[in-house]
Antibody, heavy 120, light 111 residues
Framework: EVQLVESGGGLVQPGGSLRLSCAAS????????MNWVRQAPGKGLEWVSY????????YYADSVKGRFTISRDNAKNSLYLQMNSLRAEDTAVYYC?????????????WGQGTLVTVSS | DIVMTQTPLSLSVTPGQPASISCKSS???????????LYWYLQKPGQSPQLLIYEVSSRFSGVPDRFSGSGSGTDFTLKISRVEAEDVGVYYCMQAIHLPTFGQGTKLEIK
């Protein structure tokens, strides 16, 4: 069974930093492209960042470019999101999301999410 | 960025009746590889989103066949042939031909 379990969320002051982690199991993590998607309280979904299966290709939404860094450790079956210079508008539930199968399109698997709250 | 526009933003449906959600993109989602990168997700209350439909009309594993997707280019539709109580939630369309963007979401409730 595919499982994606996020951790690392919490309360942080504006300008602060946080590192999210996503532990993957039940599939060959190193073969899957991964994404972070967020959802502000009561709002819709917003894609945040993408990383290829090898980690060689990375993209960011304009809203986080230069502040967030996505990475992965295929040996540890883990995905990360380093978030710096956090702003109030970064407050959201952050989901770790994988493709449905390798070399396919569509995000078939989502974690339960981890809440990040940016407030003084 | 490609803008995705969903209509309606909410709908109330009697169980057993059909439902339809429209999604329009500001640019064609047809890629040169022949695929159209349009997806539908459902977020049930208190849950993470789940994939329903990929590449316009293909149902993801385990998705009931009462869900169907259609469309081409910039105009797409998600149809539920007979709504059930478990279908309540917010439906999102998403494009991935460029950096992914979502529609605003359509909230489906049961009458």
């Amino acid at each position: 069974e595919v499982q994606l379990v996020e951790s690392g969320g919490g309360l942080v002051q504006p300008g602060g930093s946080l590192r999210l982690s996503c532990a993957a199991s039940g599939f060959t993590f190193s073969s899957y492209e991964m994404n972070w998607v967020r959802q502000a309280p009561g709002k819709g979904l917003e894609w945040v960042s993408y990383i290829s299966s090898s980690g060689s290709s990375i993209y960011y939404a304009d809203s986080v470019k230069g502040r967030f860094t996505i990475s992965r450790d295929n040996a540890k079956n883990s995905l990360y999101l380093q978030m710096n210079s956090l702003r109030a508008e970064d407050t959201a539930v952050y989901y770790c999301v994988s493709q449905r199968t390798p070399y396919s399109s569509g995000w078939g698997y989502w974690g339960q999410g981890t809440l990040v709250t940016v407030s003084s | 960025d490609i803008v995705m526009t969903q209509t309606p933003l909410s709908l109330s449906v009697t169980p057993g009746q059909p439902a339809s959600i429209s999604c329009k993109s500001s640019q064609s989602l047809l890629h040169s590889d022949g695929k159209t990168y349009l997806y539908w997700y459902l977020q049930k209350p208190g849950q993470s989103p789940q994939l329903l439909i990929y590449e316009v009309s293909s149902r993801f594993s385990g998705v009931p066949d009462r869900f169907s997707g259609s469309g081409s280019g910039t105009d797409f539709t998600l149809k539920i042939s007979r709504v059930e109580a478990e279908d309540v939630g917010v439906y999102y369309c998403m494009q991935a031909i460029h950096l992914p963007t979502f529609g605003q979401g359509t909230k489906l409730e049961i009458k």
